[in-house]
């Protein structure tokens, strides 16, 4: 398996998403950030400090980052995990469950017009969606 961010819990509540997990495949040394990647734009990037003791790592975002003037009706940032070198993509993978995307449903928290829901992809990786105007 290749290495990278083992998502064990996300939590999304109180206009902040919070991630726990473990670093896989690869050394965890060093000062490690959770990096978001704007999917339409892989240029837009937001990055947050990762707490981290040994292999084990803590972060989270306030959902309110996430806003934009440009936004689709609906956008997709990636979760990445890094240290400025590697860059790992954030997912579940150690565990049995496949097809996460169907099974882990979690609650979407507004930031203004903006509506922002952590979600597993269809290769049970983490990403986030938002979603601009209508109701929660």
């Keep these: ?7 064990a819990e996300v939590w999304p509540r109180d206009g902040h998403i919070r991630l726990v997990g473990r670093i896989h495949g690869t050394p965890a040394d060093g000062t490690w950030h959770l990096l978001l990647t704007r ?7 937001l990055r947050y ?3 981290v003791e040994g292999d084990r790592f803590e972060t989270e975002l306030p959902v309110g980052d996430l806003t934009a003037d ?3 009706p609906v956008e997709e940032w990636d979760v990445h995990l890094t240290d400025g070198e590697v860059e790992l993509r954030a997912g579940r993978h150690l565990d049995d469950v496949r097809g ?3 099974i882990f449903v979690y609650p979407e928290q507004r930031a203004g017009d903006l509506r922002v829901r952590p979600y597993f992809t269809i290769k049970d990786n983490l ?9 929660a």
């Design 70 to 72: 440009d936004y689709a």
């Design 100 to 102: 996460k995307k169907k």
């Design 49 to 51: 400090a990762a707490a």
């Design 1 to 7: 398996m290749r290495p990278h961010a083992e998502i």
């Design 127 to 135: 990403s986030l969606e938002c979603r601009t105007g209508g109701p």
């Design 39 to 45: 999917r339409a734009h892989t240029g837009r990037t």
